[in-house]
Antibody
Framework: EVQLVESGGGLVKPGGSLRLSCAASGFSFNNYNMIWVRQAPGKGLEWVSS????????YYADSVEGRFAISRDNADNSLYLQMSSLRAEDTAVYYC??????????????????WGQGTLVTVSS | DIQMTQSPTSLSASVGERVTITCRAS??????LNWYQQKPGKAPKLLIYAASILQSGVPSRFSGSGSGTDFTLTISSLQPEDFATYFC?????????FGQGTKLEIK
């Protein structure tokens, strides 16, 4: 069974840092791209960052570019999100998710088929 | 960035009713469109990918259609467990974006 378990959330002051972790099990972690998605209280879903299986393609949303860093350790089946210069607007539940792919109509499509339970990050003084 | 706009943002319906949720992309995204269901306090759950392919284990009352810029999610006969928030998401470009969500409530 695929499992993703986030940890590392908590209360942090504006300008502070936090490192989130996502422990993966039940699948070949090193074969999959991974992402972080966040959800502010009462709001919708916002993609934060993506990393491919070999860590050589990394992408960030404009809202976190330059402040957040995604990484992974395939030997340890773990995904990370280092967050710095945190702002009140970064307050959210952060989810890690697996990116799966399939062919449809002769093209490769991507979708997020497994999600962790989320970890809450609160940025407040 | 590709903007995804869902309508309606909220919807009241009764058990047994047929409902349709619409998602529009700001540019053509072919069939790179996925749908998720989220219940309060829970992680999103994948329902449909590639616009119309039902994820394994998802009931057949859910269906998706569309291509290009306009997409729909249809629930043929609402069940009590279907009352939730639904999100569309584009995967045409790696800067993924979600719709704002449609909250489906019991009438």
């Amino acid at each position: 069974e695929v499992q993703l378990v986030e940890s590392g959330g908590g209360l942090v002051k504006p300008g502070g840092s936090l490192r989130l972790s996502c422990a993966a099990s039940g699948f070949s972690f090193n074969n999959y791209n991974m992402i972080w998605v966040r959800q502010a209280p009462g709001k919708g879903l916002e993609w934060v960052s993506s990393i491919n299986s070999r860590s050589n393609y990394i992408y960030y949303a404009d809202s976190v570019e330059g402040r957040f860093a995604i990484s992974r350790d395939n030997a340890d089946n773990s995904l990370y999100l280092q967050m710095s210069s945190l702002r009140a607007e970064d307050t959210a539940v952060y989810y890690c998710a697996r990116v799966n792919e399939a062919t449809a109509d002769g093209t490769w499509v991507h979708y997020f088929d497994s999600w962790g339970q989320g970890t809450l990050v609160t940025v407040s003084s | 960035d590709i903007q995804m706009t869902q309508s309606p943002t909220s919807l009241s319906a009764s058990v047994g009713e047929r409902v349709t949720i619409t998602c529009r992309a700001s540019q053509s995204i072919n069939i790179y469109l996925n749908w998720y269901q989220q219940k309060p306090g829970k992680a999103p759950k994948l329902l449909i990918y590639a616009a119309s392919i039902l994820q394994s284990g998802v009931p057949s009352r859910f269906s998706g259609s569309g291509s290009g810029t306009d997409f729909t999610l249809t629930i043929s006969s609402l069940q009590p467990e279907d009352f939730a928030t639904y999100f569309c998401q584009q995967s045409f470009i790696t800067l993924y974006t979600f719709g704002q969500g449609t909250k489906l409530e019991i009438k």
